[in-house]
């Protein structure tokens, strides 16, 4: 092996994703009546009353912000008023690993949940993820996972964590010894990429949601494009594009470029993944500060279009998705947490520029993941861990 500072090496890739979970009594202001009747009674004498409509706006806001961080949960925004929107979610078949129980992670009983959620380059101009795909979520050799992030919920459902693993990282991948991480999805789909990220963190994963290039872009143009602060000017390098220093109102086709881009990057792929979270961080505060949640028609056309666009495994409900949304209608934006898993360095393989993980404290931050300690292991690693911050190149 020799030492390599950065990855340089051509590539295609995509954008971000998302999904989630539940509360127990299904009760929304913890009085314990969960009464939907009790909101129904006296409609149609007047306007709704304060503490209703001030509820409403409290749900739709959180379970679009939520959606828009992991994918799924807007969906039960509308719980009583359209099933549909649920139904139109494209699902995987055969998503996970057939291996016996024993050969997986174990669960961990009251330790909250965690997804996979998968950034496809798919290599076509057909959609291949959400309800009109034309081509298939997974085609050996035809598709490579560019984005991968690990997003844990915890149990009292008060904050969620979402840590990304470059796509470079050098993991072994099960039957076919080490290699870059994003060559599990192209190998075996998602049952090998869960896999292999089971295998590399002994986490077990509950679910995992999918999204391709042309669903990242759609997705975007259907709020309106987002605001995007790009801190310094980055030149113009190779096939990488000039991005002025300021604030970038970006569609769906820059917001792309900006998400997949990597090689004007001091850090390459390492800044690509902060890129990402970046993203979806603006994405959800443009939901949540838009005309989008108190206007009906972009609203359903938000969740239409997030419906079209995304794949979720088939073990995922329509009464999980809506489970999902309204379990984190409490979460605030300052409980959701991007961070990078623990880096290593850079290296060469077989000419391949690779990402190196640093093992060690990986463990101990999959091990906080595996037993819902994440906010006790931010507050013990505020200064090492590679948390998302306001300067993102």
Same mark, same amino acid.
């Not at 209608?329 to 947490?337: E, K, W």
């Given at each position: 092996?020799?030492?390599?500072?950065?990855?340089?090496?051509?590539?295609?890739?995509?954008?971000? #994703?998302?999904?989630?979970?539940?509360?127990?009594? /299904?009760?929304?202001?913890? $009085?314990?009546?969960?009464?939907?009747?009790?909101?129904?009674?006296?409609?149609?004498?007047?306007?709704?009353?304060?503490?209703?409509?001030?509820?409403? *706006?409290?749900?739709?806001?959180?379970?679009?912000?939520?959606? #828009?961080?992991?994918?799924?949960?807007?969906?039960?925004?509308?719980?009583?008023?359209?099933?549909?929107?649920?139904?139109?979610?494209?699902?995987?078949?055969?998503?996970?690993?057939?291996?016996?129980?024993?050969?997986?992670?174990?669960?961990?009983?009251?330790?909250?949940?965690?997804?996979?959620?998968?950034?496809?380059?798919?290599?076509?101009?057909?959609?291949?993820? &959400?309800?009109?795909?034309?081509?298939?979520?997974? !085609?050996?050799?035809?598709?490579?996972?560019?984005?991968?992030?690990?997003?844990?919920?915890?149990?009292?459902?008060?904050?969620?964590?979402?840590?990304?693993?470059?796509?470079?990282?050098?993991?072994?991948?099960? /039957?076919?010894? *080490?290699?870059?991480?994003?060559?599990?999805?192209?190998?075996?789909?998602?049952?090998?990429?869960?896999?292999?990220? !089971?295998?590399?963190?002994?986490?077990?994963?509950?679910?995992?949601?999918?999204?391709?290039?042309?669903?990242?872009?759609?997705?975007?143009?259907?709020? &309106?494009?987002?605001?995007?602060?790009?801190? *310094?000017?980055?030149?113009?390098?190779?096939?990488?594009?000039?991005?002025?220093?300021?604030?970038?109102?970006?569609? /769906?086709?820059?917001?792309?470029?900006?998400?997949?881009? *990597?090689?004007?990057?001091?850090?390459?792929?390492? $800044?690509?993944?902060?890129?990402?979270?970046?993203?979806?961080?603006?994405?959800?505060?443009?939901?949540?500060?838009?005309?989008?949640?108190?206007?009906?028609?972009?609203?359903? /056309?938000? #969740?239409?279009?997030?419906?079209?666009?995304?794949?979720?495994?088939?073990?995922?409900?329509?009464?999980?998705?809506?489970?999902?949304?309204?379990?984190?209608?409490?979460?605030?934006?300052?409980?959701?947490?991007?961070?990078?898993?623990?880096?290593?360095?850079?290296?060469?393989?077989?000419?391949?520029?690779?990402?190196?993980?640093? $093992?060690?404290?990986?463990?101990?931050?999959?091990?906080?993941?595996?037993?819902?300690?994440?906010?006790?292991?931010?507050?013990?690693?505020?200064?090492?861990?590679?948390?998302?911050?306001?300067?993102?190149?």
């Amino acid at each position: 092996m020799t030492s390599k500072g950065r990855d340089d090496g051509p590539e295609e890739d995509t954008g971000p #994703l998302s999904i989630f979970d539940r509360d127990e009594d /299904g009760d929304e202001d913890g $009085d314990g009546d969960g009464s939907a009747a009790a909101d129904e009674a006296g409609e149609g004498a007047g306007a709704a009353p304060p503490r209703r409509r001030r509820r409403a *706006r409290r749900l739709l806001a959180w379970t679009l912000a939520v959606l #828009l961080v992991l994918f799924g949960g807007a969906f039960g925004a509308v719980l009583w008023v359209a099933d549909h929107y649920a139904s139109s979610v494209r699902r995987i078949p055969d998503a996970f690993p057939t291996l016996p129980a024993s050969e997986q992670p174990s669960a961990v009983p009251h330790s909250g949940q965690t997804f996979l959620l998968v950034g496809l380059d798919a290599r076509s101009d057909a959609p291949t993820t &959400g309800k009109d795909a034309k081509a298939p979520a997974w !085609q050996a050799g035809a598709q490579r996972s560019d984005t991968m992030m690990l997003m844990h919920i915890s149990a009292d459902r008060k904050s969620v964590s979402l840590v990304s693993i470059p796509r470079d990282t050098w993991v072994p991948v099960p /039957g076919h010894g *080490r290699a870059k991480i994003n060559a599990a999805y192209s190998w075996g789909g998602p049952a090998l990429m869960i896999q292999t990220v !089971q295998d590399l963190t002994r986490i077990r994963i509950d679910h995992i949601a999918v999204i391709d290039w042309n669903g990242f872009r759609a997705l975007t143009d259907a709020v &309106g494009g987002v605001d995007i602060t790009i801190p *310094r000017t980055i030149e113009a390098k190779g096939d990488a594009r000039e991005w002025l220093a300021g604030t970038h109102h970006m569609d /769906g086709a820059e917001a792309l470029l900006y998400v997949r881009e *990597r090689h004007g990057l001091p850090n390459g792929d390492l $800044d690509r993944t902060k890129r990402q979270q970046n993203f979806l961080r603006a994405l959800m505060i443009k939901t949540m500060s838009s005309g989008t949640l108190s206007s009906p028609s972009k609203l359903t /056309g938000l #969740l239409g279009t997030i419906g079209d666009v995304a794949s979720v495994d088939d073990r995922l409900s329509n009464t999980d998705l809506y489970d999902l949304a309204w379990s984190l209608r409490d979460v605030r934006p300052d409980n959701v947490h991007f961070m990078n898993a623990p880096f290593g360095g850079f290296d060469t393989v077989d000419g391949q520029a690779v990402v190196l993980m640093d $093992d060690g404290a990986a463990g101990v931050l999959w091990d906080a993941m595996r037993t819902d300690r994440m906010d006790a292991y931010l507050a013990d690693h505020r200064t090492s861990t590679d948390t998302l911050g306001e300067d993102v190149s």
